[in-house]
C-alpha cells in the first residue's frame, strides 16, 4: 500500500471506463440522424426567387420569378416593394400555374404608392 491509498483509502471505479465515451458516441449519432431527418423531410416541391426586379417609376415595379418545380403544381407568390426606408409600399399576389417544365419564370408589375428601391419575395405557396 502506498502511502496516499493509507492516508485517503482505495478509490474504486463503479462504472467501467468505457461506459461515458459511448454513452457520448451513441448520442452525437442520434443528433446527426435526427438533424439529417429533419434537413431532408420537409423539402417542398418547389422553390422559388427573385431573379430580377426592375424600379420602372416612382409608382411602379417590375419583378422577375424564377421557380423551380419537382412536380408540376400551382402556386400563389406573394411579392412586396420596399423603399429606402424599408417601409412595404406596394404589393402583390401572383397566381402561377402549373407547369410541367422543372423551371419556369413569371413577370409582373407591382403598384407603389411611392418610389421603391427593391422587390422582395415573401412566400409562394402551393393554391
Known amino acids: ?3 496516499l491509498e493509507a492516508r485517503y483509502g482505495r478509490h474504486r471505479r463503479t462504472t ?3 461506459l461515458w465515451p459511448v454513452v457520448a458516441a451513441i448520442g452525437i449519432s442520434i443528433g446527426v440522424a435526427w438533424a439529417a ?3 431532408w423531410s420537409d423539402v417542398p416541391a418547389h422553390q422559388a426567387r427573385v431573379h430580377s426586379y426592375e424600379v420602372l417609376d416612382d409608382r411602379t415595379t417590375k419583378v422577375d420569378l424564377e ?3 419537382d412536380e408540376p403544381v400551382a402556386l400563389t407568390c406573394r411579392v412586396f416593394a420596399q423603399s429606402q426606408d424599408k417601409v412595404v409600399v406596394g404589393e402583390r399576389t401572383i397566381e402561377v ?3 410541367s417544365t422543372s423551371q ?6 407591382i403598384r407603389t404608392e411611392r418610389r421603391a ?5 415573401d412566400s409562394c405557396d402551393a393554391a
Do not use: K
Open 1 to 3: 500500500m502506498t502511502d
Open 16 to 18: 467501467p471506463r468505457w
Open 37 to 39: 431527418w429533419a434537413s
Open 67 to 69: 421557380i423551380f418545380y
Open 97 to 99: 400555374p402549373a407547369s
Open 104 to 109: 419556369t419564370r413569371v413577370v409582373a408589375e
Open 117 to 121: 428601391v427593391t422587390a422582395v419575395l
